[in-house]
Structures are given as structure tokens and as C-alpha cells.
């Protein structure tokens, strides 16, 4: 299946998304189902309170908390307060809690969602899915964001959204601490397409983000030997160094270890999606293109940083069959005075994947496919 209308699909930034929100969910025949999460993060509400605000009653939630072994206790008091809140906010809620980790240390949140969602039958009335990807972790989001997008597409009428809460600078201050093992994201492994003819060429875009350095190098590890490397980097972004500033946090990995030429690296928007998902794709296009009928091309995303470059990976690996391959965190920290200074600095974006709006372009069939 392909999604023409995705190169260009209906998106809003920050002011324009309360303006989206207010004139489209306003209709009375508006019935929305938001799945986000109710963890520590500061920016859990957000979304939740800016929906329930224009539509009351019409609005039902499903709340995932996601568990880690023993998490901070602060960080424990906050997703508790969060909780509360997200059930006063949206009246018809249930919090769902999904063990991340099984007893025997395993990475089993991915298919835990995947189980919870596909358990679930969406009421026929309806009209409009919203997945907050705001606090989620890409363990949880991008399988139910795939799970969403097939039921919304399967139904034809009713419409899939992603929006998103970016804070860059809350992201960089939140520590995490990664498992032993990376692996590939629930429904995202993208070797259905292989058929071993070919020897596979691997080329791996990993997100380069504060403080993922570890992360980055157990999954380059897990990755192995790959045709090229190319790290995607913010720019342009809020902080118009970062990209630099990121080059200087991993000079080792990018010189010594992973030998990135510097023209291989892709920089794209920190705050539009739809760069780092064009970016990926015409990347992807033209890797085909080069090692056709020599190779067996095979594209592996790590979206480890920024939400919004994740959701244009997520895009991509969605249209594309792309391998995201990640490591799961174990537990994360964030200093209360750090929450407070950078919550001020929230962007946020709404972007409209599937629905009636787009009319015959929701979904054509390939010819393959049809």
C-alpha cells in the first residue's frame, strides 16, 4: 500500500494546532479516541486537557503507564499525579499498564501493546483516533501507531492523527538508561521483503541525540557490519548549534567506529516531520536505485531523540517496511528543577495521516497490490 498524499500531508504547528483543534473537533458528529500516555512527563496533559476542552463528553482516552523494574521514586510520585489528572481531564479514560519488561529481563512492551490494542474494538461512532506521542517510548508508540493506522484505514470514514508535545531541551535532560540488548521494534523488523538472492547491504540512520551515546553504540553493535552509516542530525532547530554540538558529543563514534563520511550525514527540520520523512524516503529511493540487482537493500532507522524527527521515521519505516531497530530503557531520571526550566519551551505539531479528507489519495493500491 502507498500513501501518496504523505509527501504533503495536513499538518499544524503550535498556535495553528489549538486552532485545528477548536474548528475541526467543534462539529457535534466528532467522536475522538485518544490513546497517549500517563507516565512522569511533564508534557502528558497537554494534549489530553487541549482535546477535552473543545470536545467534552465526545472525547474517550486510553492511557498507557509503562513500568520499569524500580523506577525513581520522584519520577514514581509524578506519574501518579499524572494519572490522576488525565482521569479528571477525560471522563470516559482507562489507564492501561504495560510491564515493559518480562520476569525473565526480556523487552516484551511491543508486543504487551500490540496484544492490549488489537484486544480492543474501536466503537463504530468513532470518527477520529488521536495517538499523543508526546511521552511514549518508541517501543510503545510506533507499534500502536502502526496498530491505529490499519484499523483507521480499514474503516475508511474514521480519521488517525499524531500529535506531538517536542521539547528538545526536555529530552536532552531526561537520563535514561539503556537495557543490555538492542532489538527491532514490535512490526517493524522490515525483512519481509528479503528473499535471500542477493547478499543484504545494510545502510543505518541512527538519530544522534544528548546523552544516547551508549545506546547508539549497543545498537550499532547489534546492527553489525553495514554498507553505510548515515547520522541524522536537527538542523535547522531551536538551538541552531545543536547539530554541531552533537558532532563534538560523538566525534569518536562518527570518526573511529562507525567511519561516517561527512558527506553521508542527513540533517533535517527539528520541528516538521515531514522533512525527516521525505528525507528518508528519497534516501531509501535512491539507495534502491544504486545497488539494484547487485545488493539486497535494507534501511535500518534508530529514532533515539527528538519526537518529531521520530514521527517522520516512523512515517517512513511505516510507507517503506523499514527495520527500526532500538534499545529499551531500563530507568530514566529528571531533575524537578529541570522539568521546570525547559516546560516552558514546548512546540507542538498535529499531523493527519489517513481519513476521508484525503479522499481516493488515503490509500492507493500498488500495482503489486492490486
Given at each position: ?21 477548536q ?9 475522538c479516541?485518544?490513546v ?5 512527563d ?10 477535552a476542552?473543545?470536545?467534552g ?13 524500580q ?9 501518579d ?21 518480562g520476569?525473565?529481563g ?68 531526561i ?68 547539530a ?38 528519497l ?5 534502491d536505485?544504486t ?13 533515539v531523540g ?9 512515517m ?23 522539568a ?16 476521508p ?14
Open positions: 500500500m502507498t500513501r501518496p498524499h504523505w509527501d504533503n500531508c495536513i499538518t499544524h504547528f503550535d498556535g495553528a494546532v489549538a486552532e485545528f483543534v474548528s475541526y473537533f467543534a462539529e457535534p458528529n466528532r467522536r479516541l485518544l497517549a500516555a500517563a507516565g512522569f511533564p508534557r502528558s496533559q497537554r494534549v489530553p486537557a487541549l482535546l476542552a473543545t470536545l463528553d465526545r472525547l474517550s482516552a486510553i492511557f498507557i503507564r509503562e513500568e520499569r523494574g523506577p525513581d521514586q520522584d519520577l514514581l510520585e509524578r506519574a499525579a499524572n494519572e490522576a489528572a488525565l482521569k479528571e481531564i477525560v471522563f470516559e479514560a482507562r489507564v492501561e499498564t504495560i510491564d515493559v519488561f520476569d525473565d526480556a523487552a516484551v512492551g511491543g508486543p504487551r501493546i500490540a496484544a492490549l490494542l488489537n484486544s480492543i474494538a474501536i466503537d463504530e461512532s468513532v470518527t477520529d483516533v488521536v495517538l499523543d506521542l508526546s511521552a511514549l517510548s518508541i517501543g510503545i508508540g510506533f507499534p500502536a501507531a502502526k496498530i491505529l493506522l490499519a484499523d483507521c484505514e480499514d474503516a475508511k470514514a474514521r480519521a488517525f492523527h499524531l500529535l506531538i508535545v517536542s521539547n528538545p531541551e526536555l529530552d536532552d535532560r537520563v535514561s538508561e539503556p537495557a543490555d540488548n538492542a532489538m527491532s521494534v514490535k512490526g517493524f523488523s522490515g525483512t519481509g521483503h528479503l528473499d535471500g538472492t542477493l547478499e543484504t547491504a545494510q545502510i543505518w540512520l541512527p538519530q544522534l541525540a544528548e546523552g544516547r551515546r551508549r545506546a547508539l553504540t549497543s545498537i550499532g553493535t547489534a546492527v553489525n557490519e553495514c554498507y553505510k552509516i548515515c547520522p541524522v542530525l536537527p538542523f535547522p532547530a531551536r538551538d541552531p548549534r545543536r554541531d554540538t552533537l558532532i563534538g558529543e560523538f566525534e569518536n563514534e562518527l570518526v573511529n567506529e562507525w567511519a561516517v563520511d561527512p558527506r553521508d550525514l542527513v540533517y533535517v527540520s527539528e520541528w516538521n516531520p515531514l522533512d525527516s520523512y521525505r528525507s528518508i524516503s534516501l531509501k529511493s535512491r539507495y536505485k545497488v539494484e540487482g547487485t545488493f539486497q537493500p535494507r534501511m535500518i532507522l534508530s529514532p527528538s519526537k518529531v524527527m521520530a514521527a517522520g521515521a516512523l517512513a519505516a511505516l510507507e517503506h517496511d523499514l527495520t527500526v531497530q532500538y534499545i529499551e530503557t531500563v530507568r530514566y531520571e529528571l531533575s524537578g528543577d529541570q521546570q526550566q525547559t516546560t516552558g519551551n514546548d512546540q507542538m505539531v498535529h499531523v493527519l495521516l489517513s481519513g479528507v484525503y479522499g481516493d489519495y488515503n490509500a492507493v493500491a500498488t500495482p503489486e497490490e492490486a
